[in-house]
């Protein structure tokens, strides 16, 4: 009757579910609502490609290397905010980085031209070995770090804040090489998915794209 939408109706329920099994009562559970995969998403929370070179060039502007080199990074091989310390100056010299991340390890390539940056900024900033980026204390960068410098740029480039996250680098990655390659396996296993199901989720093309494709269709008289 409030309007709850099915995610939070499924949350309640959970809840009284569980009551229901602890109070040995399993029969009394209720049936969760059926959730039909979307398939667009909310452009309002999507980074898209003009904004994130908006914010490439308001880290230049501003003179915050680190931070471009660090963006450019995130976007250009889909890895999580959490795996930035696997960038190593010797990734760097390989074009190839081992991931390794929730138990899982994986190996990603480096496109040339982000090699050729990050070695400018390690021989710039001193770094032979280890991670590329470094606090000033010489600890790698953490993800809080990573979105504070993000959402740093928001104003000056003109993008909303609620769209500017490391993750949402992760999505436009994954939906840039979907549409090149249309390979999903092949792009979950870049990103490190177990499900491909995952996968769809950053794929998925905003409202205004699927509106623009149901114009297209022309079936109306």
Known sequence: RRGY????????????????????APEAKARPLK?????????????????????????????????????????ATGIRVS????????????????????????DILLPRALCHRLER?????RIHTGPVFLTRQGRPLDRVTV??????????AGVARG?????????????????????LA?????LGHSSIETTRIYIMESGAEHQKLLERMHLLL
């Open 5 to 24: 939408c099915a995610a939070s109706v499924n949350a309640m329920l959970a809840a009284v579910n569980g009551y229901q099994e602890f109070r040995g």
């Open 163 to 183: 769209k500017v996250f490391p993750h949402n680098l992760r999505h436009l990655f994954a939906r840039t090489f979907y549409a090149l390659d249309k390979n």
């Open 147 to 156: 979105w504070r410098r993000m959402k740093a740029l928001c104003d000056q």
């Open 35 to 75: 959730r039909q995969r979307r398939v667009f998403c909310d452009a309002g929370r999507e980074l898209t490609r003009a904004e994130y070179f908006r914010l490439l060039a308001a880290a230049r502007q501003s003179g915050r290397k680190r931070t471009l080199l660090v963006l450019q990074t995130l976007c």
């Open 186 to 190: 092949k792009l979950a296993d870049l």
């Open 121 to 125: 900024w390690c021989s710039r900033q």
């Open 83 to 106: 795996e930035l310390a696997f960038i190593t100056v010797e990734a760097v010299r390989r074009g190839r980085a081992s991931i390794r991340c929730k138990g899982k390890c994986r």
